[in-house]
């Protein structure tokens, strides 16, 4: 395997951090270039850690521990329920809708990354914080 040059390493980094999104074959109408892979800026976007506790009461915020979110999800982890609620019920509380909220990581796991467009990480929390939700 060939290695990465700096500008391919400097494309990943930033994919990493939500910055850039490498769109194949498409050209963004504001990047120069051939229209093949070049970094397009992202609008606000983030990536959260979330533990999850499915089959709760009630849907619920639990608060901050360090940078996961701890969030209590109402649906059974049976099928993706719980996953699928957890994107809705977090969109909700964000005033986003359910598409701008996705499962990057952690389709069977509790411990989760969540792909939030829209909203930076300082917004998240400005928002949620807002909403009177604990953290």
Aim: aromatic letters at 2%; charged letters at 20%; proline letters at 7%.
């Amino acid at each position: 395997m060939a290695a990465a040059g700096a500008g391919e390493l400097a494309v990943r980094i930033g994919v990493l951090q939500g910055e850039y999104r490498l769109l194949p074959g498409k050209r963004h109408p504001l990047t120069p270039g051939s229209g093949r892979g070049e970094p397009v800026p992202v609008p606000d976007s983030c990536r959260l850690a979330v533990k999850a506790v499915p089959n709760a009461p009630r849907s619920a915020i639990v608060g901050w521990a360090g940078d996961t979110l701890k969030i209590k999800v109402h649906a059974p982890a049976l099928e993706g329920r719980a996953n699928e609620a957890l994107c809705e019920f977090l969109a909700g509380e964000l005033g986003l809708r359910k598409s701008a909220v996705s499962l990057a990581r952690g389709a069977k796991s509790r411990l989760k990354l969540v792909d939030v467009s829209g909203l930076t990480l300082a917004a998240v929390r400005a928002r949620l914080a807002a909403t009177g939700s604990p953290g």
